[in-house]
């Protein structure tokens, strides 16, 4: 049994434990149970057991959906991996209250993980949710263990194991409340939008896009760090239209709060959309951008940006926000004032 904490100079994190304990045991099996899902943390997690662990191993998955905290599109992308299966804790009571107000908040952060064949098991369990910053970023604690006996297995596994398997059984299959949870939830984030003030009340300080679903535009292996924005969202950066003939529409200068001040390029793409080049993700603090809020705020040598979740970007700027609008796709941009 072992405790730890996010050290990150020597590199233990949630995600690294759960990582040493499905290779200690050759796992191919696990059952994990978070209170609430990120698209960060799909990608995170995805990133960090490479993509032969959805082929090799039989993975279910227990979300709370409680206050709308839980990303809808996090679940989807879950579920739609080989040998996953997901269900909600109180699902079916859950999505028809008003705000999502759980009767009983569901809160764990457990993994279990076992080896069908030989019966060892393993089990991580601490303080980080699913999302880039519970387990890799946060400051958290945990602690792991590995069972091989049944003697160990009965003293430190299954008095947690036992109750989730309970919960699972009880839970709601994703497919049941998926579709009217996203809905309701685009519609409370839509009728909070409605609220904001509009532009002409207040002159803007800085500027957000959603993230959305980000492709590994730079191999299988490495977070992506390229978003599409509307049509038009160049004239945030002070950028014309690009230029008869070609598709760069000018260059972007990024100061971030980790690592160097870097120049990429903005261009029009294909699809009638605008491509935005970002600093390298891994290299700038950021981990990931999927699922996360971009924030950019003009400064003297260019635009200070930053990336945060959508939950947190609420709580600190949601006061601030103005004229919010939405692409068809459903990923909202808009002012800061």
């Known amino acids: 049994m072992t405790g730890f904490t996010h050290e990150t100079s020597i590199a233990t ?57 839980t990303d809808p599109r996090a679940l989807r992308e879950i579920a739609k991996c080989a ?48 999302s880039y910053n519970g387990l890799l970023r946060s400051v958290e604690a945990g602690w792991a263990t590995v069972a091989t006996t049944k003697k160990e297995i009965d003293r430190d596994i299954l008095p947690v194991s036992s109750s989730f398997e309970a919960l699972w059984k009880a839970a709601c299959p994703l497919g049941e409340i998926i579709d009217p949870y996203e809905t309701r939830l685009a519609n409370l984030i839509s009728s909070r939008d409605t609220k904001r003030v509009v532009k002409s009340k ?87 951008y999927d699922g996360k809020i971009m924030i950019f705020q003009p400064s003297a040598s260019g635009f200070l940006t930053s990336a945060i979740e959508i939950d947190e970007f609420e709580a600190v700027y949601g006061h601030r926000l103005a004229n919010v609008q939405t692409m068809t796709g459903g990923r909202r941009f808009g002012e800061l004032i």
């Open 202 to 288: 207040g002159q803007m300080s800085a500027f957000w896009i959603e993230a959305g679903h980000v492709t590994k535009n730079r191999g299988t292996d490495r977070p992506g760090n390229q978003i599409f924005a509307p049509n038009g969202f160049r004239r945030f950066f002070g950028l014309n239209k690009a230029k008869s003939g070609s598709t760069l529409i000018g260059t972007i200068t990024f100061e971030t709060s980790v690592g160097p001040t870097v120049t990429k390029n903005y261009r029009e793409n294909d699809n009638g959309m605008e491509k935005l080049t970002l600093p390298s993700p891994e290299q700038h603090g950021f981990g990931v």
């Open 83 to 130: 040998n996953s299966e997901v269900r909600i804790y109180d699902g079916r009571y859950v999505v028809e209250t008003e705000g999502f107000l759980p009767r009983r908040d569901f809160h764990p952060k457990v993994m279990l993980v076992e080896n069908a064949a030989s019966g060892a098991q393993g089990l991580v369990l601490g303080s980080g949710n699913f």
């Open 13 to 69: 994190t949630t995600l690294s434990e759960i990582t040493k304990v499905r290779e200690a045991l050759s796992a191919d099996r696990i059952f994990a149970c978070f209170a609430y899902a990120t698209q960060s943390g799909f990608r995170a997690f995805e990133l960090g057991v490479g993509e032969h662990f959805w082929k090799a191993t039989k993975s279910r998955w227990l979300f709370g959906i409680d206050y709308g905290r």
